[in-house]
C-alpha cells in the first residue's frame, strides 16, 4: 500500500482522466481493484471530489504516459522529502483480538507468580494491556479475581515463544545488575579459609598507687610502756 493522500479521491480522478486499468489504479492508490472497479461503476466513493495526483505533485506526467502506454507498467508515486517528518516515531500499540482480550488477566497472573523480575511496563508492552489492570491482578481487586488462573501467554496465543524468552532473558539481565550494584562485591579469604581472629590487646590498667599509713608514733616504734 502506498502512502499516498486521499487515495478514493486520487482513484476517482485516474478513473475518470486516465486510460489506466484497474489494477494500476488499484496498485498506485493502496485499493482493491474490485473497489476500483465500483468507483468506476459509481456504487463506491459517489460523492468524493477527484484528487489530481499530478497537480498534488504526487506523480509526475512520464509516469502515467508510460503506464498508460503499458498495461502491465506499475507507477511509483513521487515520495516528499517530507514524507518521513509526517512519519509517527512512536510505534502503534500492541493490537490485541477482541477474542483474546480476557486471557490477558490468566496471562499476567502468570507473569506475577512465575517472573516477578518483568516490570509492570514490560508486562504492559508486550501483552498490550495496562499497569492498573496489572496491579489490580496483582492485589486480587480486578472485578474477575474469582476465575483468574496463571497460564502460559504463549499457551493463550498472546505472544510467541521467542518474544517471551527474549523478555524473560532481559528481565534476569537486568535485575542481577541491579543486585549486583545494590550488595556490591565482598572479598573471600583465600582457598575458602575463614579470617584469623586478630589477637586483643590487653587492656591498659594503671598501677595502682601504694597507700601510705599514718605517720609512725614512739608506741609503734619502740612499743608500748608498762
Not at 492508490?29 to 499530478?54: K, Q, S
Not at 509526475?60 to 516528499?80: F, G, H, N, P, W
Not at 516477578?116 to 501483552?127: G, M
Request: aromatic share 4%.
Amino acid at each position: 500500500m502506498t502512502d499516498i493522500l486521499m487515495p478514493k479521491a486520487t482513484a476517482v480522478w485516474l478513473v475518470d482522466n486516465t486510460s489506466l486499468t484497474f489494477e494500476q489504479i488499484a496498485d498506485f492508490c493502496g485499493l482493491h481493484p474490485l473497489e476500483v472497479r465500483g468507483i468506476a461503476d459509481g456504487d463506491v466513493a459517489r460523492d468524493i471530489r477527484g484528487a489530481d495526483p499530478l497537480v498534488n505533485g504526487q506523480l509526475t506526467r512520464e509516469e502515467l504516459d508510460r503506464a498508460q502506454d503499458d498495461s502491465s507498467y506499475r507507477m511509483k508515486a513521487v515520495v516528499s522529502r517530507h514524507a518521513e517528518l509526517l512519519k509517527s516515531a512512536k510505534p502503534a500499540p500492541k493490537y490485541t483480538p477482541v477474542s483474546r482480550r480476557q486471557d490477558r488477566p490468566d496471562a499476567i497472573a502468570w507473569f506475577v507468580r512465575n517472573h516477578p523480575e518483568v516490570t509492570d511496563a514490560q508486562i504492559a508492552k508486550l501483552l498490550g494491556t495496562t499497569k492498573s489492570t496489572i496491579e489490580s491482578v496483582r492485589n486480587r481487586t480486578h472485578w474477575n479475581s474469582a476465575n483468574i488462573k496463571p497460564v502460559d501467554p504463549v499457551t493463550l496465543g498472546l505472544v510467541g515463544q521467542l518474544a517471551l524468552d527474549e523478555l524473560v532473558k532481559k528481565a534476569a539481565e537486568k535485575k542481577a545488575k541491579d543486585d549486583a550494584k545494590r550488595g556490591g562485591a565482598t572479598l573471600q579469604p583465600a582457598d575458602g579459609e575463614a579470617p584469623a581472629a586478630e589477637e586483643a590487646e590487653p587492656e591498659f590498667v594503671p598501677e595502682a598507687r601504694e597507700r601510705r599509713g599514718a605517720e609512725p608514733t614512739a608506741e609503734s616504734v619502740f612499743g608500748k610502756k608498762d
